[in-house]
């Protein structure tokens, strides 16, 4: 059974940062594509970035490019998202997920439909 875990939330101030980690069992990891998505009170879960298998594309929502980094580390199972200078609108629950198994594009996926497993999700709060 796939297994997701991730750490790393809690609060900060707005412009501060915060690093996300998602630790995967192994046989999770080497399905292939990860990404993170969001979910704030009221509102549908969001993607939010995502990484192929060997880390040489990743994609991102248009609100955090150049704030947020997604990367993963293979030889750890276990994949990251570097949040920079953020902002009170960042507030969320974040949620790991890996994508499907059948999933053979290079590019990693970005719509919840083609991610198969979910963390329990951390929650990240910005105060303003």
């Known amino acids: 059974q796939a297994q997701l875990v991730e750490s790393g939330g809690g609060l900060v101030q707005a412009g501060g940062s915060l690093r996300l980690s998602c630790a995967a069992s192994?046989?999770?990891?080497?399905?292939?594509?990860m990404g993170w998505f969001r979910q704030a009170p009221g509102k549908e879960r969001e993607f939010v970035a995502a990484?192929?298998?060997?880390?040489?594309?990743?994609s991102y929502t248009d609100s955090v490019k150049g704030r947020f980094t997604i990367s993963r580390d293979n030889a750890k199972n276990t994949i990251y998202l570097q949040m920079n200078s953020l902002k009170p609108e960042d507030t969320a629950v974040y949620y790991c997920?890996?994508?499907?198994?059948?999933?053979?594009?290079?590019?990693?996926?970005?719509?919840?439909?083609?991610?198969?497993?979910w963390g329990q999700g951390t929650q990240v709060t910005v105060s303003s």
């Open positions: 997920a890996a994508a499907k198994p059948d999933w053979r594009d290079w590019r990693p996926p970005t719509g919840r439909k083609e991610f198969a497993s």
């Open positions: 192994a046989r999770t990891f080497r399905s292939g594509a």
């Open positions: 990484i192929n298998f060997s880390g040489s594309y990743t």
